[in-house]
Each structure stands twice: as C-alpha cells, then as structure tokens.
C-alpha cells in the first residue's frame, strides 16, 4: 500500500460531529475538520482534498456552497454530502451541484468508510471513466419503484458491486482488501455480512453477480 494517504475535509457545524468523523477515518486517512461552511471555502481556495465530507445545513455557507466551490476550483475532488433531512429534493440538488453520493444522519459507521471509499475509488478511476458510467444498467427493473426507493435500491447496487469488484481485486484477500479501502478489517468484514458476500467466493472461481432487481 501507498504510504501517501488520502486527504479528507470533513465540514460540520457541530462538535461531537467532527471529532467522530475523525474517530472514523482519521486512522486511514489525513482528516482536516472545519466547523462552518465560510471556513472550508477558505481553506478551499488553496488546498484540494481527495474527497470533501459536508453536512447540508450549516449556518453561513451551507453544504451545496462548500459543493460547488469544490467542483469550480477542484473538479477531482469528490464530494459526499451529510444530512439529517433526508429528501429527495436535498439529494438531487447535491448530485446536479456535483456531488458524488449523499449519506443519512444518523449513520452507522461502516456506511461512512464505505462512501467515502467508493468516492475515492470513483476518483482513482475517473481518467477511465465518465459520469455516465455510473448509470444503472437495469433502470426497467426499477420503474416499478419510487423514485426514493429507485435511489436506495441503486445505491445498494454500487456498493455491492464495488466490495465485489474489491474482493475479486484481491483474490479474497480481506486484509489488502480493506487497506485499498481505507477501512478496518474488521469494519470490512460486517459490510461483507451485510451484502451477503464471503471472501472464500473469491478464492477459486468466479465472483457472484451484483443482484438484477430488488428483494
């Protein structure tokens, strides 16, 4: 493994928010926080950052402020929006702002090592791929849902797909697996259970595919 690590601005204006956001990422990666929106485009006018993690409502310069001051200045960057208000309207907005992914409070905190590890993969492969990729390939299989249901079920997709893709990578090897992650072994091992996914599947033979539809 690199021994550069990622950099990451996480932006919250509440306290007991950051130093758990450090608690989370801060052992894989190099976590800057900043408790307002004003701060981060101060800091945004002369450092980039691998991935910027904000919350949506802030006083001042609120989440879709920081967003697009980070596509304008620094278009590699990624960005994951927080909110505790979880609409559609609010996620749509964030992704036309140019948001890679959104994320609920409250929240376990495996999802946000995930997120934050498929945004940082997203940008590692981004000379390969365009924004169109990330299209779903079975949108008929999901005109029968919601369009919130259709964004959850999509979401779920991605992430499977991605511990697949990581796991087939590594030939089921959970510990290079997680340190190309940025996450714990063991933090790992339950999104593994979560997905219903077994490093063993990957040792000798193909892996499974990603589900076609809903359960």
Not at 29 to 48: C, P, Q
Not at 73 to 83: A, F, L, N, Q
């Amino acid at each position: 493994m690199s021994d550069t690590r990622d950099s990451i601005l996480v932006v919250d204006d509440k306290e007991n928010m950051l130093r758990l956001l450090e608690k989370i990422l801060g052992d894989r990666h190099d976590v800057t926080s900043v408790s307002d929106g004003s701060s981060a485009l101060e800091v945004l006018r002369t450092r980039s950052f691998d991935v910027v993690l904000t919350d949506v409502r802030m006083p001042g310069a609120d989440g879709f402020a920081v967003t697009r001051a980070v596509k304008e200045r620094w278009p590699d960057s990624e960005v994951v929006m927080m909110t505790a208000y979880a609409s559609i309207d609010a996620a749509v907005r964030a992704i036309k702002d140019g948001a890679y992914d959104y994320i609920q409070k409250p929240f376990d905190p495996d999802d946000v090592a995930l997120v934050v590890a498929r945004a940082l993969e997203r940008k590692r492969n981004r000379a390969q791929a365009s924004k169109d990729a990330r299209a779903d390939d079975n949108d008929e299989s999901l005109a029968h849902l919601s369009y919130k249901e259709a964004v959850s079920v999509a979401r779920e997709r991605i992430s499977r797909s991605y511990l697949i893709d990581l796991l087939r990578t590594f030939n089921g090897n959970v510990t290079h697996a997680a340190e190309r992650a940025g996450i714990e072994r063991e933090s790992l091992h339950r999104l593994l259970k979560r997905y219903d996914l077994r490093a063993e599947q990957f040792r000798a033979g193909p892996a499974p595919d990603a589900p076609k539809g809903p359960s």
